[in-house]
């Protein structure tokens, strides 16, 4: 939600909005009719123009004319079940398939999990997207394979709960705001003061908020978390400290011009500068050689090496500052210069955020009379030097280690416990998938640091911290005395803490002006979307939940950390399983990036787009002039004519298919295309079955195998093979085998074979082919019903409501039988119904089936339905 400090504003733009809105409905409504009219007179006129093949057709359907109505796709009032035309289109459509289905499947509650269903749960809870972040085909990977699990567990009788969430991502978020804030209005967060900043988005979740707050007290209470003066990685350009996956490492080879924010030349970065310092009283000089000549101008002492000979008895002694005179004493131990200051260390001022790099300059160096090249000069020469140099990820600022109290969690009890829980036998609660990633797992948490978790941003979870100031100190700045913290819920058990601790005085509270590091909110998410820390019925239903499903780059920021705070907090790990996709790169093996212009949109892959809306999206972004040329030429030379419309369903197989058990997927649209095309092979497979099926085919109720023509037995005993290592495949999260093998018996068994094999006996209406139609007809039918089912996790089918179709089907028939066989009985179905039981094959069929009792009641025109299967009593 977007708040606004003026009402008349929020109000032009609410205005502007609905006009938009309403604008854009007409314009696509308009367009949508004018496409159904070109459709239905291009049929017409097919039809008129092709007299002679109607009437062919209209032979082999037995007299049917075709009517190009009959091919339109109805529209469908929203949340309303699909609305199907009366025969099906001759090439497949993705929007006209896909549309409709997802509204009337969350109308109908199929996704709504029951605390108290005595079904096994099975749960699995979304990594949390960047709130503001674009959507990108990394999101689609995740959201494929877990639709996939979430469907697949679904169908086999589960109480499935898949929890979406969104990230407010601290960084991140505050990145791209402020970059919208200076491209629209021309100013920075400073100038708009924090509060009204964060107001230009949104406030942060409550029941997150609570859980976060509640996490930090806790951890403090139980002695996990301190505050410690330390060096931190600082971007001068956000003014925080960022975490480890925020920072970059570039190799620097030897001397080498990088572009600095802030900077209009080029730094020089990758070269040893050595200088000397003076001694006191004449007794010569120290030369030191440093990266960072500018940090010289802050040092305050010297450490030097304690069995250096050259240099060992100078210990106590002192060197003159070439610049300010000041005097710094020579020390043996390095421990003993301010760690503020010291040699090597950045000085950060509110007045400029580094001793700043243009010192660098040679002729900077010369002005200001430290380095000169005459005979009293104390330059003592460069040379290249190899060095990687960490790089913030967000803003391409130089990081800088700078000392800093921070809020910090001991991590050493929680990470032996997540550790054993993967890695010991006997303590065994995680399984990681693929197996490989369990080394990365051991080997980062037995080498773990304590986790700083202080930002110094606006955007996200204020610390409950408040800092207490006597009103006799002498300091009054926050911070000025480390053990004046109080840690609490909220502002007044903040008072009454800190009213216990320094009774009797007069004091003032300031909170903490920090937020707490993104990944600390993102390790509850488990805990907190299931109610914690209350002890909510859903807590207690679904957690622990079931998989974690993410990405293999994130495994110790954000899995172990949900890991080490879920047994900490809640009693217990907070999933069984987790399993590692892999990260999608373009399909050169590149990284996906926009300023390469090969980040693709899973929403232009489903319904296409030209290269100029491409270039449109681009320049609609945060890139700079130079970047957007480049990003615009990697567009053309990836997708010179567009991404062509592809669908849903292709796309997520797509995804599926790749996942074969390795760290990087090459993403090449083509191949999307491809299954989209195959998509079209089983749209007309499906066409021509039903065609041969006819309105009133009823399907059987039991087949005996032993009776079926042996390209029927055949195709029946591949389809039993292809479920079983499909089951298989999903049990062990091989995702691409199941696909694969999915593809493989639809392709190459059932269209490729199966279907031109039987084709003979529907070719005609011969006598001796009666018996082999029937059986082709429930062959048909088998393949079709279980070979949804086998698709309906990779690609979401209407088989649940084709089930309930052929039930009702069955029960009208028997009705009709029923009344056939007394015909002066009086019964009349339009004013007597009678009640019916349906005997499923299974417990997921009986599920399917209960789930719509009521639609089945209404149609088949029942008092009552009881349903059961073959194992019941």
């Known amino acids: 939600a977007v708040s606004e400090t003026n009402p008349e504003i929020i109000k032009e733009k609410d205005l502007e909005r609905k006009k938009k809105k309403a604008d854009k409905a007409r314009e696509k409504e308009l367009k949508r009719q004018k496409a159904l009219e070109k459709a239905a007179k291009l049929q017409a006129q097919q039809a008129s123009n092709n007299q002679k093949k109607s009437e062919k057709k209209m032979v082999k359907r037995g007299g049917k004319e075709e009517n190009p109505e009959e091919f339109l796709d109805p529209p469908t009032p929203f949340g309303e079940k699909k609305r199907i035309s009366s025969q099906m289109a001759k090439q497949y459509s993705p929007t006209?398939?896909?549309?409709?289905?997802?509204?009337?499947?969350?109308?109908?509650?199929?996704?709504?999990?029951?605390?108290?269903?005595?079904?096994?749960?099975?749960?699995i809870v979304l990594p949390p997207p960047n709130v503001t972040g674009a959507l990108h085909i990394g999101h689609a990977l995740t959201v494929a394979i877990e639709d996939t699990i979430v469907r697949w567990r679904r169908m086999s009788g589960y109480n499935t709960l898949w929890v979406p969430g969104m990230d407010h991502a601290g960084i991140a978020t505050q990145v791209v705001v402020e970059k919208k804030i200076m491209r629209e209005r021309k100013l920075t967060r400073h100038d708009l003061g924090r509060e009204k900043f964060v107001s230009e988005c949104f406030t942060m979740d409550e029941k997150s908020s609570r859980a976060v707050t509640e996490a930090f007290v806790r951890l403090r209470e139980r002695k996990f978390i301190y505050r410690d003066e330390r060096l931190v990685n600082w971007d001068c350009v956000l003014r925080t400290a960022i975490s480890d996956i925020e920072v970059e490492h570039i190799e620097i080879k030897g001397r080498t011009l990088l572009n600095v924010p802030g900077y209009e030349k080029p730094v020089e970065f990758g070269v040893l500068t050595s200088f000397a310092y003076p001694l006191e009283g004449e007794l010569g000089e120290i030369v030191v050689a440093t990266t960072r000549v500018e940090t010289m101008l802050g040092d305050t002492a010297i450490a030097i090496h304690p069995d250096d000979p050259r240099y060992n008895h100078l210990h106590g002694k002192y060197a003159i500052h070439p610049f300010n005179g000041r005097k710094l004493p020579i020390v043996c131990d390095a421990t003993l210069v301010d760690p503020k200051f010291g040699s090597g260390a950045v000085k950060i001022t509110p007045a400029h955020d580094r001793n700043d790099f243009e010192v660098r300059r040679r002729h900077k160096l010369k002005s200001i009379n430290i380095f000169t090249d005459d005979g009293k000069g104390l330059y003592r020469g460069a040379q290249g030097n190899e060095m990687r140099l960490g790089i913030c990820s967000r803003t391409n600022d130089v990081v800088e280690p700078l000392a800093k109290p921070q809020w910090y969690v001991n991590c050493d009890k929680m990470a032996k416990e997540g550790l054993d829980a993967v890695m010991d036998e006997k303590k065994k609660k995680i399984e990681i998938i693929p197996k490989q990633y369990a080394s990365d797992w051991k080997r980062w948490l037995e080498n773990i640091r304590d986790w700083c978790v202080s930002r110094q941003l606006w955007w996200g979870h204020r610390i409950p911290a408040w800092y207490v100031t006597l009103e006799d100190d002498e300091l009054k700045e926050i911070n000025s005395y480390s053990d004046r913290w109080v840690v609490a819920r909220n502002e007044d058990d903040a008072q009454e803490e800190a009213s216990r601790l320094y009774n009797g005085k007069k004091f003032h509270l300031s909170q903490d002006p920090d937020v707490l590091d993104t990944w600390f909110s993102s390790g509850l998410f488990p805990l907190a979307v299931l109610g914690w820390p209350d002890d909510t019925e859903d807590l207690k239903a679904f957690y622990p939940t079931s998989v974690l499903e993410t990405g293999n780059d994130i495994l110790f920021f954000w899995v172990a950390r949900m890991v080490m705070l879920g047994m900490e907090l809640g009693g217990d790990v907070p999933f069984r399983k987790v399993y590692l996709h892999p990260m999608i790169r373009d399909a050169h093996g590149r990284k996906m990036s926009k300023s390469l212009g090969n980040v693709i949109d899973p929403l232009e892959v489903i319904n296409g787009i030209t290269l100029e809306g491409l270039h449109k999206r681009l320049e609609e972004g945060n890139l700079d002039p130079k970047e957007l040329i480049v990003a615009k030429e990697g567009q053309m030379k990836d997708f010179p004519n567009g991404i062509p419309e592809c669908g849903a369903d292709a796309l997520r197989f797509a995804l599926i298919s790749y996942t074969a058990q390795s760290d990087k997927i090459n993403l090449d649209i083509q191949r999307v295309?491809?299954?989209?095309?195959w998509c079209n092979k089983l749209w007309n497979a499906i066409r021509f079955s039903m065609s041969k099926l006819g309105d009133d085919y009823v399907p059987p109720t039991n087949v005996n195998p032993d009776d079926l023509p042996f390209s029927c037995q055949w195709i029946l005993s591949l389809l039993n093979r292809a479920i079983f290592k499909t089951i298989a495949a999903l049990e062990s999260y091989n995702f691409s085998d199941a696909a694969s093998t999915v593809y493989s018996w639809w392709q190459y068994q059932l269209c490729d074979v199966f279907i031109e094999a039987i084709k003979p006996f529907f070719a005609g209406s011969d006598p001796k082919f009666e018996s082999a139609r029937s059986f082709a007809r429930d062959t048909l039918w088998l393949c079709l019903d279980n070979g949804l089912r086998l698709l309906h996790p990779f690609m979401p089918v209407e088989y649940e409501m084709d089930l309930v179709d052929s039930a009702v089907k069955s029960l009208r028939s028997l009705a009709n039988e029923r009344r056939e066989r007394s015909p002066n009985s009086g019964y009349?179905?339009?004013?007597?119904?009678?009640?019916?039981?349906v005997l499923c094959r299974n417990h997921a069929f009986a599920e399917i089936i209960s789930s719509h009792e009521l639609e089945i009641i209404t149609l088949a025109n029942l008092s009552s339905l009881r349903v059961c299967h073959i194992c019941c009593s």
């Open 96 to 123: 006209a398939v896909e549309k409709s289905w997802y509204a009337w499947w969350e109308k109908s509650g199929f996704f709504v999990a029951d605390a108290k269903s005595s079904k096994p749960p099975f749960v």
């Open 828 to 837: 009349d179905s339009s004013v007597f119904r009678r009640p019916a039981f």
């Open 673 to 677: 295309v491809g299954y989209r095309q």
